[in-house]
């Protein structure tokens, strides 16, 4: 059967903010110490009613003792999410809570006498934690008794020894019985069997319990009857009543006038739960007033449990001294009754009440009722544990301080009655440090101190709170073109400071805003997991010399936090394109040839070589240099500009055709080059026309036929577009000249109407100043070219006009 005792219902107490108000105000500034006062502790009971279950003892395993629901006014379900815990003194367990319903049943057999002892009524505090919030529940679960133990003497039979000459109406003390039980389950009377001379009261001692006492009522004759025997019962309430007996063996002794008296009926003493064994406690004294061995007096424990009785007495001298260990928090004080006998068999009694003092031998206990780990970062106040603590001592040995080493960042706040929660004194960062190791110690204020450390880990768990960065704000990459494709061409990297999922980075490439066209999805990729970067297809520094874009790492958390870094691509030039050469062409056709007049000097100009190189830097610095020539010395090329030049004065003896190789390189590693074949003719004055080489047109027509035939296309081509040039040329002179003077068109006659022009002061081109005009058979199209003039030997008189005339005629064709 199980009762249920309901209070006020001020047992449900949440952590308001009064009390933590107070907790605040005992957190020592340098040693966060929380210190429980008794005045407070019996404040707090004395005004917080607590709701009270009771339960028969010995019920077995899984009794229903109350639905907690109902009695907490919670929702269904509730306990289960908040995680509801059942907390004793000392860790024991005595109920606990249904997996599925959250009903209060009881989690073991509980035994009274065991849990209690002659403690009526037994009651064992609880508490009912619940989380989120944190909230505590006082409680209190009482035992209450059956009758399972029946009373007991301590021996089978007492012997009794009384004087005949003893009056009616002595009380002779007995030993009493024991009964475990408690209330009307403990012993309640004692009788004995009918018999003329005696009978027995029931008296209560200073302790509660029960003894009794033998009353004379008729004068005892040895002669009559030497020996009497009575039964004594001891009877408690139980329903029905249990019992237990002895046999009381009573001697009538001859005459002996006086029997031993204590000099106090009652005597009190004091000892220390720590003393030694062997120390005196008290010497108690009778006396008797007959001589001789009626006069002699021994003395005796009247109770006497020698696996219990932790006290012996020296038969002579009264001394009383320990013989067990005695400890304060099972016994706080001890009533012997002792006996003092003398030789004629008559005894006297008196009591001893022995008191046990505490002292600070036990050590504070800690139970941890809650412990939460990891907890969540970036959240102030946080709960990480509740805890009890006690101390089995009593009064200032009993009271107890709390703290942690003052660099945590924790505090420890008191609840209710003995109970404490840790908490996080702000915002935890995972990143700054992962796990805590806390001590808690508890030490009490008695002498000497004794003190209790409990360590806890606590780990912080990772919140997504931190984005990946990179570890340099902008990278530049440097790539050799005519790269291989899905070349591996650099790494960007990002950490990120959280752990797990949150710490993981995955990698993305992102357009540049100011270049949105670019097409990078062919140009790079890059792995989504360490972030390579590989080129998608071969470079070419002469299309694309640089390209950026950005790089975006977000990790995987939720929500995903991420970062951008910029990527610059610079495309290394490689020597990849030879020197191409502008002028003179040299496309399979017949070269040009530049005249040079035998009148010229040492450094004359003859032609330059242009040449240009599609790479960059040093791959497209070109340099000249004259490779072959027909007369050794005669001309040279300028290494740096290709310009070719006379190198001394000509002579007669020169001959007239020359050919020179000219080599351009650059200067590359390994350096490409180009070669260019001139052809110069050396000329007096213009008497001898420039006509094209017929050698060397032969020669490459012979060596191949395609060849030839090109040629001769080209040639035609070329010598219409030439007429035709030619033609509209006459007539834009011959209408300037008609406009000027109203003639006709004259045409010179000359031994060069048929190559050269003359042009004279009337329109037309003299023989003082001769342009070539060279017909490019093989190069597919038809150009010409204004030289220099050709200087002749004897400058005639208009020299001076002729030349200016030539400068005129150049700049309207947009020569210089």
């Not at 002669?223 to 063996?249: F, M, N, V, W, Y």
């Not at 780990?459 to 790539?479: E, G, I």
């Not at 003179?584 to 240009?612: F, H």
Request: charge should be negative; hydrophobic fraction near 40%.
């Amino acid at each position: 059967m199980v009762d249920v005792l309901m209070g006020t219902g001020k047992g449900f107490f949440p952590l308001g903010s009064d009390i933590m108000e107070m907790a605040r105000t005992k957190v020592h500034r340098k040693k966060r110490q929380v210190a429980i006062l008794i005045i407070w502790m019996l404040l707090w009971e004395a005004g917080s009613e607590s709701i009270q279950y009771s339960v028969l003892e010995e019920s077995e395993r899984g009794t229903f003792v109350a639905n907690l629901t109902k009695d907490l006014g919670l929702g269904r379900g509730e306990l289960a999410a908040r995680g509801a815990q059942v907390v004793f003194k000392g860790n024991r367990q005595h109920l606990q809570l249904d997996p599925q319903t959250h009903d209060l049943l009881l989690n073991e057999k509980l035994d009274r006498e065991e849990l209690c002892g002659s403690t009526e009524p037994c009651v064992l505090p609880f508490q009912v934690l619940l989380e989120n919030p944190l909230q505590f529940f006082q409680a209190a679960l009482r035992v209450r008794d059956i009758n399972d133990h029946a009373p007991e003497f301590p021996a089978r039979e007492m012997l009794l020894k009384i004087s005949e000459i003893t009056t009616p109406g002595k009380l002779f003390p007995l030993k009493m019985a024991q009964d475990l039980d408690a209330g009307s389950n403990s012993l309640q009377t004692y009788i004995i069997s009918s018999n003329p001379h005696f009978h027995v009261l029931t008296r209560h001692r200073s302790d509660g319990r029960k003894f009794p006492e033998l009353v004379l009522d008729k004068a005892l004759d040895r002669e009559e009857q030497p020996e009497h025997r009575l039964t004594l019962t001891a009877l408690d309430g139980g329903s029905p009543p249990r019992s237990g007996t002895t046999e009381i063996k009573i001697l009538v002794l001859d005459s002996n006038d006086n029997a031993p008296e204590f000099a106090q009926e009652l005597y009190e003493a004091q000892i220390p739960e720590n003393n030694s064994l062997g120390s005196l406690i008290i010497t108690v004294s009778a006396r008797d007033l007959d001589a001789g061995s009626f006069g002699e007096v021994s003395y005796a424990l009247f109770q006497v449990d020698d696996i219990n009785q932790p006290f012996e007495i020296n038969t002579i001298t009264g001394e009383i001294r320990l013989r067990k260990t005695l400890d304060f928090e099972e016994i706080q004080s001890y009533h012997v009754d002792i006996e003092a006998t003398d030789g004629g068999g008559l005894s006297g009694k008196c009591s001893l009440v022995i008191k046990v003092l505490d002292v600070n031998d036990n050590a504070p206990q800690l139970t941890m009722s809650s412990l939460i780990s990891p907890i969540p970062e970036n959240l102030p106040e946080i709960i990480v544990a509740v805890f009890s603590v006690s101390d089995a001592d009593s009064g200032q040995n009993q009271q107890v301080l709390c703290s942690i080493d003052d660099n945590l960042p924790f505090l420890l706040r008191p609840s209710v009655e003995n109970f404490y929660t840790l908490v996080t004194e702000g915002a935890l960062d995972r990143e700054s440090q992962a796990q805590y190791n806390i001590t808690i110690t508890v030490t009490d204020l008695g002498t000497p101190r004794l003190k209790t450390q409990h360590n806890l880990t606590v780990t912080v768990s990772d919140v997504n709170d931190n984005a990946p960065a990179f570890s340099q704000s902008s990278y530049t990459l440097r790539v050799r073109e005519n790269n291989s494709p899905a070349l591996h061409i650099g790494s960007v990297s990002a950490t990120d400071r959280d752990a797990g999922a949150n710490a993981q980075v995955t990698y993305s490439l992102l357009l540049p805003p100011h270049d949105p066209h670019l097409p990078l999805a062919s140009l790079v990729s890059i792995n989504a997991d360490n972030g390579q970067l590989f080129a998608l297809r071969a470079l070419d520094y002469e299309a694309l010399q640089a390209f950026e874009f950005g790089v975006r790492a977000a990790d995987r958390g939720s929500p995903a936090l991420s970062s951008q870094a910029l990527v610059r691509v610079l495309v290394v030039d490689d020597n990849d394109n030879a020197p191409f050469v502008l002028y003179p062409l040299q496309n399979g056709s017949a070269p040009c040839t530049e005249l040079v007049p035998r009148a010229a000097e040492a450094g004359y100009l003859v032609t330059k070589v242009v040449a240009v190189d599609g790479d960059s830097g040093q791959n497209a610095w070109l340099s000249y240099q004259l490779l072959k020539a027909t007369e050794p010395g005669l001309f040279g090329v300028w290494a740096h500009n290709g310009e070719v030049r006379t190198a001394r004065l000509l002579s007669e003896r020169d001959a007239v055709k020359h050919r020179l190789l000219v080599l351009v390189k650059d200067n590359g590693e390994p350096p490409l080059s180009a070669s260019v074949t001139l052809h110069v003719l050396l000329v007096d004055g213009f008497s001898q026309p420039y006509l094209p080489l017929p050698d060397v047109a032969a020669a490459e027509a012979r060596a191949d036929p395609l060849t030839v035939y090109l040629v001769i296309a080209l040639a035609s081509v070329s010598s219409l577009f030439l007429v035709s040039v030619l033609v509209f040329v006459a007539v834009r002179l011959c209408r300037r000249s008609r406009a000027a003077s109203g003639g006709g068109c004259a045409v010179p006659e000359g031994p060069f109407a048929g190559h050269l022009v003359d042009v004279s002061g009337t329109g037309t081109l003299s023989h003082s100043y001769q342009y070539e005009v060279c017909l490019r058979g093989g190069s597919g199209t038809g150009e010409f070219k204004f030289l220099k003039p050709i200087i002749p030997n004897i400058v005639g008189e208009g020299a001076n006009r002729g030349t200016e005339e030539n400068s005129h005629f150049r700049n309207h064709f947009g020569f210089s």
